[in-house]
């Protein structure tokens, strides 16, 4: 995915902000610029959306997900399409209420081509790593 385009702001920050923005930069051996910049998109997503947290994925990525669950918000969405677009079925399937589905929903309503794109990346690692196993069960006889 190329990079989106960036554009210079300056901003002043409190000395115990910039002092832990930059601690925390030095732990995960990233720059300040990036760190600031995930930092604030991800906050300003959560004030739009209070139920969608960013959960970091086993590949480092960081995903949205529904607050108080382990799930992804394309997961609810592809829940939601499997039930015909039924906020019910797919509340009741999930465990969920209808209102956390609906905040799944309005979160992808917001970042649609961002939510499909995960969505697309799982299957496709599902689908490697089906062949994979495939491939060791027949060396396996």
Do not use: C, K
């Not at 669950?69 to 797919?90: C, D, H, K, N, P």
Request: zero cysteines; aromatic letters at 6%; charged letters at 35%.
């Amino acid at each position: 995915m190329a990079a989106e385009p960036t554009i210079q702001r300056s901003f002043r920050l409190a000395a115990r902000t910039a002092a832990m923005l930059d601690e925390r930069a030095a732990e995960r051996a990233e720059s300040r610029n990036s760190l600031a910049q995930r930092l604030l998109d991800e906050g300003l997503r959560r004030e739009r959306h209070p139920l969608i947290y960013f959960r970091q994925n086993a590949d480092g990525r960081r995903r949205p997900a529904l607050v108080g669950t382990r799930l992804y918000v394309w997961q609810i969405v592809a829940t939601v399409s499997s039930e015909e677009g039924s906020v019910e079925g797919a509340a009741r399937y999930l465990g969920l209420t209808e209102a956390q589905v609906r905040a799944a929903l309005a979160y992808h309503a917001d970042f649609r081509e961002e939510v499909e794109r995960e969505a697309a990346e799982e299957a496709e690692f599902a689908r490697r790593e089906e062949e994979r196993q495939r491939r060791a069960s027949a060396l396996a006889g």
